[in-house]
């Protein structure tokens, strides 16, 4: 071989310093989140990763009616400066660095967070983090969005705007493809997608920034991306990022320097092939994953977090975490990757697929820029994101792609992890009220003419135009809440209901569906009518990939299908029931609040006369939740390991048809 780049090692005493550790983490309450960070700390992790609870994200205090159920449930609740200064309790904001994974609060949550450093004594300057702050991939696949997508563009350019004077060193804007992939996006469109998003928020930052600013903002826009289980591929995708980011900014920005051409990212690896069979393999998983994107040099990350190997059974306990952790350390320090220049200069295979995925990335990115950017293609990359989803599945319920332990050598011992305790931590059932009656004294304490003076103020300046940012931190220190922050921002800027990719139109994809669309057929001959099932997703869970997939595949089979996508209310579901004439109803919530909104809806549709009709519930639910649920009159309930749509297809037929309840 020639002697190449790749060939020369580095001296091991300038090896290259490793990546950010970071674990995502968050949960029941500021209090208990904070000993969980101040523990992670001590462990040996590097950066804080704070992830927020559905009500914070969406803008609602923990007592709204849309937040019930889901306090503290999927991330640490955060509703005034007393939950913020809590959380960071012993915690020196000016030696951390934190990124919040926060999108369309991010302006409130940025502010509650300086609110604290300045009573920590911190020099704001000096502050290093992220928020992620990013809403067109909420309107595509997260549904943590509050407003319209100008307004919500205008807020991240506020945000960016703020921080170029006060908070040099932050990044204001977390360009997030991860979430894109897990709603099925392919490897193309991931990077189209997200990469049209920053040229989104770049044009419109440039109209608030100096000129002269501009390039230094471009350097301080961020990525946050996954990275699934082919890690050639995704390897290669990270290549294409970092070229492609490097020529957006030269060519469409005109950013000379180098530095503030790089593309920065940080990463979590994919949790959409996190297999709830088998689980233990997730370990092995997650570490494939995590070579794509810290093997080459070039394309590494800045910062890495892992999930935990049983998030799909439910949420995972601090030695899971610590494990995933100890992966990442094991990694940069025992072994000598940091000690070589990049593994994978000059190679062709590499060097090829890095072209096509570049190709591909490109094409969308044209079709994009034709219909007027990122903004105005929202329902084209939404519907792109459904079809390719569906794609996904099918492949895999064909077998053509190998999940092993799913649809191949699905045989296997009992695994001693999940044994005991079953291998994932409960939620704190009282951690709701406890946040609750904290928020319920906070509002009692606080001066409320000062609140409702920097309310008015808020509401100015989102009426007028200025940036947010002065007028959300007076909020702040004023003791305003989230959820009176989002309703400001959502009287003056209306809220939103994103397109859910699911058109009412059959797809052409009818192979293999022949059997249960007769079934379905039949079963409508005896109705008097097409069968009617209604898909609803309650409360603030946003992951809406598994509803969209059902009502997709349910089309297909020949039903009747309703699908208004996410955040309704069990009343809403309800009366949508009746209006509909429904003969299913399925429910889709993967943030564990699955007890309190289903017992809430199973209550209300006995009240309205619908017990008669079915429900079907699939999410991320414990066995033991699982049989509880079938105790109060759910009908079926579905977990990841329901991959086959077709069984539960034919389930759903059976539950209505007439022949089979004369039979009972």
């Known amino acids: 071989m020639t002697d190449t780049a790749h060939e020369v090692k580095k001296d091991p005493l300038t090896k290259d310093r490793p990546w950010l550790f970071r674990t995502y983490a968050g949960h029941s309450t500021a209090k208990a989140s904070n000993a969980l960070y101040r523990t992670n700390l001590s462990k040996g992790q590097t950066g804080l990763s704070v992830a927020f609870d559905l009500p914070t994200q969406t803008g609602y205090d923990s007592d709204h009616e849309l937040a019930k159920g889901e306090v503290g449930k999927v991330g640490v609740p955060v509703a005034h400066l007393g939950d913020m200064r809590m959380l960071f309790d012993q915690i020196p904001l000016e030696q951390m660095n934190t990124s919040m994974t926060i999108n369309a609060t991010a302006p409130w949550l940025l502010a509650l967070y300086i609110a604290v450093a300045e009573e920590q004594g911190a020099d704001i300057s000096r502050l290093q983090g992220t928020v992620q702050n990013d809403i067109i991939k909420e309107y595509l696949s997260r549904g943590t969005y509050v407003c319209p997508p100008r307004p919500s563009l205008r807020m991240i350019t506020d945000v960016a705007a703020y921080t170029r004077e006060h908070l040099p060193k932050w990044n204001p804007m977390n360009v997030c493809s991860y979430h894109l992939q897990e709603a099925g996006a392919t490897p193309e469109q991931e990077l189209a997608f997200a990469l049209a998003t920053a040229i989104a928020v770049l044009d419109d930052l440039k109209e608030k920034v100096p000129a002269e600013a501009f390039p230094t903002m471009v350097g301080r826009i961020s990525f946050f991306v996954n990275a699934g289980i082919r890690f050639v591929t995704e390897m290669c995708k990270m290549r294409a990022f970092v070229e492609l980011w490097d020529e957006i900014t030269r060519e469409r920005y005109g950013v000379e320097d180098p530095k503030f051409r790089r593309f920065r990212y940080g990463v979590q690896v994919n949790s959409l092939g996190l297999t709830e069979q088998q689980p233990e393999n997730n370990v092995y998983r997650i570490l494939i994953e995590m070579l794509a994107v810290t093997l080459s040099k070039k394309a590494r990350a800045r910062a890495v977090q892992l999930p935990a190997w049983n998030e799909a059974l439910g949420l995972p306990r601090p030695f899971d975490q610590q494990w995933s952790l100890r992966m990442q350390q094991i990694f940069a320090y025992e072994t000598d990757l940091l000690e070589y220049e990049d593994l994978f200069d000059n190679n062709p295979a590499v060097e090829r697929k890095v072209a096509e995925l570049k190709e591909g990335a490109r094409a969308e990115l044209q079709t994009l820029d034709s219909m007027g950017g990122a903004i105005e293609a929202i329902e084209y990359m939404k519907s792109r994101l459904v079809e390719a989803n569906a794609e ?268 089979s309840k004369a039979a009972e």
Request: with cysteine; hydrophobic share 40%; proline share 5%.
């Open 392 to 659: 996904r599945i099918a492949r895999i319920e064909a077998g053509e792609t190998v999940v092993v332990g799913v649809n191949k050598w699905t045989t296997g011992e009992p695994s001693p992890l999940t044994a005991g305790d079953g291998g994932i931590m409960k939620a704190d059932p009282e951690a709701e009220a406890d946040q609750i009656a904290r928020l319920t004294a906070w509002r009692e304490s606080r001066d409320e003419q000062a609140v409702q003076s920097a309310l008015k103020e808020l509401r100015e300046a989102a009426a007028s135009g200025v940036n947010v940012m002065p007028a959300s931190i007076k909020a702040a220190k004023a003791g305003a809440t989230t959820g009176e922050w989002g309703d400001v921002v959502r009287a003056a800027f209306g809220q939103y209901r994103g397109p859910t990719g699911v058109s009412t139109n059959p797809s052409n994809r009818t192979e293999g569906l022949d059997e249960i669309r007769e079934e379905v057929a039949r079963v409508s001959a005896s109705l008097g009518r097409k069968l009617k099932f209604l898909v609803g997703k309650p409360g603030l869970d946003g992951h809406s990939n598994g509803a969209e997939q059902i009502a997709a595949r349910a089309r297909d089979c020949g039903m009747d299908i309703a699908y208004e996508g996410i955040r309704l209310t069990p009343a809403e579901i309800v009366a949508a029931a009746k209006a509909d004439d429904a003969h299913v109803v399925g429910l889709s919530i993967l943030s564990g609040s699955h007890i309190p909104l289903i017992e809430e809806l199973m209550r209300q549709m006995k009240e309205a006369g619908l017990g008669h009709i079915p429900v079907v519930a699939g999410g991320i639910i414990p066995e033991e939740d699982a049989t509880y649920l079938r105790s109060i009159g759910v009908a079926r309930v579905y977990t990841p390991k329901d991959f086959e749509l077709n069984r539960i297809m034919f389930d759903i037929v059976a539950l209505v048809d007439p022949a």
